[in-house]
C-alpha cells in the first residue's frame, strides 16, 4: 500500500481515508431497511394485532420519466415503500455500526 497526502492507493485504486467505514454505514443501513421491512410484514402477517407494522407507504416518483432519443430509450422512476419497522431497522443499524 503506497500512501500519499491524505489518500491511499489501493489495488489501482486511489480511496479516501475514511471511505470504507462511510461504505460500512450505507451497507448497515441498507440491511438494517431490509430486515426491518421484512419484520414487519412477517410480523404484521403472523400477529393481527401487529396489522399496522405492514401498512408501507410509498415515497418516490409519481410516475416513470421517459426519454426517447430516438435510438434509445430511458426510462428513470424511483419508489421507497417504509413502514414502522423499516424506521426501527435504519435507527438499530446506524447504532450497532457506531457501537463498532
Avoid at 450505507?26 to 426491518?36: F, K
Wanted: aromatic share 14%; charged share 15%.
Amino acid at each position: 500500500m503506497i500512501s500519499y497526502i491524505g489518500y491511499k492507493y489501493k489495488v489501482g485504486v486511489f480511496m479516501k481515508y475514511g471511505s470504507s467505514k462511510k461504505n460500512m454505514l450505507v451497507l448497515t443501513i441498507i440491511v438494517g431497511a431490509i430486515g426491518g421491512s421484512l419484520l414487519g410484514e412477517i410480523l404484521g402477517s403472523k400477529f393481527k394485532i401487529l396489522d399496522f407494522l405492514k401498512q408501507s407507504y410509498k415515497i418516490g416518483t409519481p410516475g416513470n420519466l421517459y426519454f426517447d432519443l430516438k435510438i434509445v430509450n430511458f426510462t428513470f422512476g424511483i419508489n421507497f415503500y417504509i413502514n414502522l419497522m423499516t424506521i426501527i431497522g435504519i435507527v438499530l443499524a446506524i447504532i450497532i455500526n457506531r457501537k463498532h
